[in-house]
């Protein structure tokens, strides 16, 4: 738990990432392709640097990508975007991050 907090602490991005134990679990378990969908590898923005993590995928799971699996994502896209013109400073940084890794998941599951 402490390493799931310290390594949460350090993220700057509204998201989830998985610590080592999770990423050791998936992939040494028999973890199902329907649960795999929930997770995304990512170039993951730290405080001190970007690693590559296992990050809670926000637009997997179960999405059946139809017509109202776009909505749900334009709706998000539009939410992120006037959060954006909220913020300044650092803080924008996290949703600048937050976009980033949006757009990642769309080019990357969405289909």
Same mark, same amino acid.
């Given at each position: 738990?402490? +390493?799931?907090?310290?390594?949460? +602490?350090?993220?700057?991005?509204?998201?989830?990432?998985?610590?080592?134990?999770?990423? $050791?679990?998936? /992939?040494? #378990?028999?973890?199902? *392709?329907? &649960? /795999?969908?929930?997770?995304?590898?990512?170039? $993951?923005?730290? /405080?001190? *640097? &970007?690693?590559?993590?296992?990050?809670?995928?926000?637009?997997?799971?179960?999405?059946?990508?139809?017509?109202? +699996?776009?909505?749900?994502?334009?709706?998000?896209?539009?939410?992120?975007?006037?959060?954006?013109?909220?913020? #300044?400073? #650092?803080?924008?940084?996290?949703? +600048?991050? $937050?976009?980033?890794?949006?757009?990642?998941?769309?080019?990357?599951?969405? #289909?």
């Amino acid at each position: 738990m402490i +390493d799931a907090f310290l390594l949460q +602490d350090s993220l700057t991005y509204y998201g989830c990432v998985l610590d080592n134990n999770v990423e $050791t679990y998936i /992939k040494r #378990s028999e973890v199902s *392709a329907y &649960t /795999k969908k929930w997770y995304i590898k990512y170039n $993951t923005p730290f /405080k001190l *640097a &970007t690693v590559f993590h296992y990050n809670l995928n926000w637009l997997e799971g179960d999405l059946e990508h139809n017509e109202n +699996d776009k909505l749900f994502i334009e709706n998000k896209e539009k939410e992120l975007n006037n959060y954006y013109n909220t913020v #300044s400073g #650092s803080i924008r940084q996290y949703v +600048d991050h $937050t976009i980033e890794f949006f757009e990642f998941c769309k080019k990357h599951v969405v #289909s």
